[in-house]
């Protein structure tokens, strides 16, 4: 006959039961915590300060330290933060050292960067450099004047000419720097270029200044047409509302091209042009596209979900909206990437595009600049540069 320990059975239940009410109150705890910590910005003050300790200021950060120097131009690219002053470009490492040099002649910089690209040229001059990591992949005196330059996350480069018998050139090169094709406008100024991540387009941002109103235009050309076909190499135009200008275009991670105006922003897919935001909306004070899948708009809503200044971190692929809450309406806002420095003066919050604060660097002097790279940022001073672990 088989005999069963009730006693034993029903006490092993109650263990089961306890352990059971143990774990979904840790988790209804989570969940509070968490949304205390997203919807209550004192709340979540005090976590990151007191808990997460992710507040920092200059007695604990790494600081490069150089002469007043006007000539210094500061960059930050991939793991690095970068110093041009008199052909001599040096990068340092998240820990303060030296990790190496190079001599690039330039006197009035402009740069581009993506991965561990960087591109270098003098503005309004002729002299242009690629750099890939440690190295010089190339370097160029090209005729005319270079106006602007970008780089995509493959080393692929098209920079902007002036100063010819056309209104703008675009050169494009491969990573080795073997020119692909040139693109030469006559009637429009190039404003901006974007190469997609798979190489295969060419867009252009151009304005014709030439009727009785500003017209902005965004051309898609074929890589594969312009060097081969160049009459056949533009794939799409896609025209502006009147008035509307122009301002910077770049591609997502989902080789959508993400178009910013003066009074809109707009993405491009499937051929197909349509609004992402306008600026009409009260209350809206600044917005941004600088970002791989994101774009920025900063709010001033009293009466908002969370009252104060709100900045919007709007997902192109699925426009999903999250925000980060400052109780301060920031001085200057930088970009790169994922990362987002919002600079109110004696604070800088550095944040992800998910809204979340990866860092808050607090400072008693205003920052000159801010540069941003792949988990480091820089805070540019007279005399130094203090680096952020991100």
């Not at 596209?289 to 900045?311: A, C, H, M, Q, R």
């Amino acid at each position: 006959m088989k005999y069963t320990n009730k006693f034993s059975f029903k006490k092993i239940n109650k263990k089961n039961f306890i352990k059971t009410i143990f774990i979904s109150l840790i988790i209804i705890l989570v969940i509070v915590f968490l949304s205390l910590y997203i919807a209550n910005i004192n709340f979540r003050n005090f976590v990151d300060i007191k808990i997460l300790k992710k507040t920092i200021n200059s007695s604990n950060s790494t600081s490069i330290n150089f002469s007043d120097d006007e000539s210094n131009s500061v960059f930050a690219y991939d793991k690095y933060i970068a110093i041009l002053n008199k052909n001599n470009f040096y990068t340092y490492t998240s820990s303060g050292n030296k990790s190496f040099d190079l001599t690039i002649e330039l006197n009035n910089p402009i740069y581009s960067s993506c991965n561990k690209f960087i591109c270098l040229a003098e503005k309004g001059g002729q002299n242009i450099y690629l750099i890939n990591d440690q190295n010089i992949a190339w370097q160029k005196s090209i005729e005319g004047e270079i106006s602007k330059i970008s780089v995509n996350k493959n080393g692929y480069v098209a920079v902007i000419v002036s100063g010819t018998s056309y209104k703008s050139i675009i050169i494009t090169y491969n990573p080795n720097g073997k020119e692909l094709f040139r693109t030469y406008l006559s009637t429009t100024i190039a404003i901006d270029t974007a190469i997609s991540n798979n190489n295969k387009y060419l867009s252009i941002a151009e304005i014709d200044y030439s009727g009785t109103s500003i017209q902005s235009n965004i051309k898609i050309l074929s890589f594969d047409k312009a060097q081969t076909n160049p009459t056949e190499a533009v794939e799409y135009i896609y025209p502006a509302s009147s008035n509307s200008i122009v301002t910077c275009i770049n591609y997502n991670s989902k080789n959508k091209l993400v178009c910013m105006y003066d009074n809109s922003i707009h993405v491009i897919q499937n051929n197909s042009d349509s609004e992402l935001a306008n600026f009409s909306e009260k209350g809206d004070l600044f917005f941004d596209t600088n970002l791989s899948d994101t774009y920025i708009k900063v709010s001033d809503k009293p009466n908002g979900l969370f009252s104060g200044i709100e900045v919007h971190l709007v997902d192109v692929n699925t426009n999903k909206d999250s925000i980060y809450a400052l109780t301060s309406t920031p001085k200057s806002i930088y970009c790169d990437n994922k990362t987002i420095a919002l600079n109110l003066g004696s604070e800088i919050h550095f944040i992800n595009d998910s809204a979340w604060l990866i860092k808050k660097y607090t400072t008693t002097q205003e920052a000159k600049d801010i540069v941003i790279g792949n988990g480091i940022a820089g805070i540019v001073y007279k005399n130094k540069i203090e680096i952020i672990n991100l």
